[in-house]
T-cell receptor
Framework: KAGVTQTPRYLIKTRGQQVTLSCSPISGHRSVSWYQQTPGQGLQFLFEYFSETQRNKGNFPGRFSGRQFSNSRSEMNVSTLELGDSALYLC???????????FGPGTRLTVL | GQQLNQSPQSMFIQEGEDVSMNCTSSSIFNTWLWYKQEPGEGPVLLIALYKAGELTSNGRLTAQFGITRKDSFLNISASIPSDVGIYFCAGQETSGSRLTFGEGTQLTVNP
């Protein structure tokens, strides 16, 4: 079974721009979660989607949003980028039975 | 919010030595997970623990879910150079699937 895939792997943007990141979960997994990883704050939960509905949300500003499609693929969007948004954005998927989360390789976002 | 305290922050050991790291929480978790992350990659699941008191092994790795449900430890026996990486503990809340992560333990193994 293929693992979680994320595209793109690397991205460079400038302040004020917006960005969209994509995540394809493991086949059969319907839950997708997003995390932000930075050296200062570590791994922080952004949000979780299940069956196209946001089921859980972390403590991030409204500039961070996401959605999930009927095939369970998910996207997250960050608008009006700030320098502090530079981070590794990780996507994880889980099955309804096992609940454990499997992570993709991440998208490294650099905001200049 | 919930906090996970993971220690030690870093370890420098010789190949063949055993390693122990632990996590403590101010809150109860239903599930404890241990992940390993290498540079440029996402965290890889090592061990999942589902019941208080549970002791689970995966090769040279052994992890336990604390009786109070507020702590967990991970042991690595007979370390090898490929054990190098950052090890994270993570707790899963009772009410959802969000993971709360520890700060990580950076492991360096000298051959």
């Amino acid at each position: 079974k293929a693992g979680v895939t994320q595209t793109p792997r690397y991205l460079i943007k400038t302040r004020g721009q917006q960005v969209t990141l994509s995540c394809s979960p493991i086949s059969g997994h319907r839950s997708v979660s997003w995390y932000q990883q930075t050296p200062g704050q570590g791994l922080q939960f952004l949000f979780e989607y299940f069956s196209e509905t946001q089921r859980n949300k972390g403590n991030f500003p409204g500039r961070f949003s996401g959605r999930q499609f009927s095939n369970s693929r998910s996207e997250m969007n960050v608008s009006t980028l700030e320098l502090g948004d530079s981070a590794l954005y990780l996507c994880a998927s889980s099955s309804p039975i096992a609940l454990v989360q499997f992570f993709g390789p991440g998208t490294r976002l650099t905001v200049l | 919010g919930q906090q996970l305290n993971q220690s030690p922050q870093s370890m420098f050991i010789q190949e063949g030595e055993d390693v122990s790291m632990n996590c403590t929480s101010s809150s109860i978790f239903n599930t404890w997970l241990w992940y390993k992350q290498e540079p440029g990659e996402g965290p890889v699941l090592l061990i999942a623990l589902y019941k208080a008191g549970e002791l689970t092994s995966n090769g040279r790795l052994t992890a336990q879910f604390g009786i109070t449900r507020k702590d967990s430890f991970l042991n690595i026996s007979a370390s090898i150079p490929s054990d190098v990486g950052i090890y994270f503990c993570a707790g899963q809340e009772t009410s959802g699937s969000r993971l709360t992560f520890g700060e990580g333990t950076q492991l360096t193994v000298n051959p």
